[in-house]
T-cell receptor
């Protein structure tokens, strides 16, 4: 099946710093990539949808200036958490989707801990 | 009220036993319903996918059923193994917005030896 990787798998940072998370589709071209956030014992919540070469579409309540998404190529999307605060600590998961197809392939997730 | 509800929230079983997880949904119309397995600290991995016209789908020891009339689905795990310990998530894809997956809160399964 299609493989999506994320880097780093976990990161610890100080409050106020920025953190970049990479999401790569390894064996397919992801026309669309999705970014999710998952708090402990809760469902995945969609943060934003990005199409290659376009600006991301953010879900209601997600600050676009705080969570910067770049989808510059068909195999790479990045999520930058700017000026991170402890409440941003969460599990961030991306998924990739080929053009014209419905299935999303999920990455392994990135655990972010902001001290 | 969540559009996709799962029960039980958590379940403990002994290795080798069978178990069934439930999913009730209100999403309508929908394109497909999937069951995912999510290991702790990992992303979800697809187990089964069913369209609204399918009643059952198997993947090894995992068998999913779907009753579109009652809007219920179940995931049956046969001869459980320790490696089955994970969260199992029911996900429904709305027909008119297939990208906006609706996730259940999951069932946390623990298999003990």
């Amino acid at each position: 099946g299609a493989v999506v990787s994320q880097h780093p798998s976990r990161v610890i940072c100080k409050s106020g710093t920025s953190v970049k998370i990479e999401c790569r589709s390894l064996d397919f071209q992801a026309t669309t990539m999705f970014w999710y956030r998952q708090f402990p014992k809760q469902s995945l919540m969609l943060m934003a949808t990005s199409n290659e070469g376009s600006k991301a579409t953010y879900e209601q309540g997600v600050e676009k200036d705080k969570f910067l998404i770049n989808h510059a190529s068909l195999t790479l999307s990045t999520l930058t958490v700017t000026s991170a605060h402890p409440e941003d600590s969460s599990f961030y998961i991306c998924s990739g989707q080929e053009g014209g197809r419905e299935t999303q392939y999920f990455g392994p997730g990135t655990r972010l801990l902001v001290l | 009220k969540n559009q996709v509800e799962q029960s039980p929230q958590s379940l403990i079983i002994l290795e080798g036993k069978n178990c069934t997880l439930q999913c009730n949904y209100t999403v309508s119309p929908f394109s497909n319903l999937r069951w995912y397995k999510q290991d702790t600290g990992r992303g979800p991995v697809s187990l089964t996918i069913m369209t609204f016209s399918e009643n059952t789908k198997s993947n090894g020891r995992y068998t999913a059923t779907l009753d579109a009339d009652t809007k219920q689905s179940s995931l049956h795990i046969t001869a459980s193994q320790l490696s089955d310990s994970a969260s199992y998530i029911c996900v429904v894809s709305p027909l008119y917005n297939t990208d906006k997956l609706i996730f259940g809160t999951g069932t946390r399964l623990q298999v003990f030896p």
